[in-house]
């Protein structure tokens, strides 16, 4: 691959040298790598839109209503600060890799029995091999994002765009390995009917000002509450032509298990209370019942968890 300097890539863009150095250290430059103190640019890579041009533009003026996290909070802390088995914690979230992947998959049409049959190899019978590779994909995604968690005990990381794209992407390894993922070319409301403002902006326009506000403004929430607001957000934009629902979902388990939660696991009573709150958040921007979901089901997992870890100190 040829590269370009920032010399040369303030010529080409038309805009100043410490602006390109500011972009390439935001991670906003595709492909973009250091060596040393230089920045190599491919000289393919698109001038980055100017996050300065979008701040008056906001996604839903989103609220979490009157939802405490204190409980929640204690127990991630409790968690990052004992002494614990790293085998331990990892084998006791495996364990609720395949619970949660029947939740991401549950709009595709799988039934528990051709995901656990998918999964220890077996393709059923009218599945196809698409199906059964889409399955597949996903939990190696989840394993992925399991093996990368950091435990960090709510220290800011984030999902960058390019970790969005590469995630998307991996979802159909095997199946097209040369698609290249792009947002779809349709314009869609920024807001919801209730605010009254019917301006459209195209979804990539809407996907660079979600970034903009999940790596700055929604910077400082807690983590729950950050991954909840990316999940709707992906829910409402639609990045991209298919699957969206289940790349929802694995984006949700990527920003949890990076901030050091683990998987929230919903009965499926919940699952039907989760959608029809969906429906509301994502008209309306009040994401307090949908949080309240993840919350307690988040609460449940540790519970389990530092009990487990507790019993397993005594042996």
Known sequence: ?????????????????RRIRILCSEGRVDGVTRSGWAWNIPATAPKPSDGRTLRHLRNFDLRIGGIDFRELEEMQSRLSTAKLDEGFRRSCWQNNLHKFLYLALADEGYGKDDIDSALSGVIPEGMGVRRFLLVINAHNILVEFLRGSRNTGGEKTFFSEERLYETYRQLFRGIDDYIEPSYRNVSIPHAGAWSGDNRSYSVSVQMKTLFIQYEREWAFLNPVVRAAFMFGELLRIQPY???????????????????????????????????????????????????????????????????????????
């Open 1 to 17: 691959m040829e590269y370009i300097n920032i010399r040369q890539a303030s010529q080409k863009w038309g805009i100043s040298e």
């Open 241 to 315: 032509e298919a699957h969206t629902y289940l790349f929802a979902f694995l984006v949700l388990a990527g920003n949890l298990l990076d901030a050091g939660y683990p998987l929230p696991i919903l009965a499926p009573d919940r699952i039907d209370e989760l959608k029809a709150d969906l429906a509301l958040t994502l008209k309306r921007g009040n994401y307090n019942k949908v949080l309240r979901i993840f919350e307690e089901a988040l609460v449940l997992e540790f519970s389990v968890f530092l009990q487990g870890e507790g019993e397993n100190e005594k042996k």
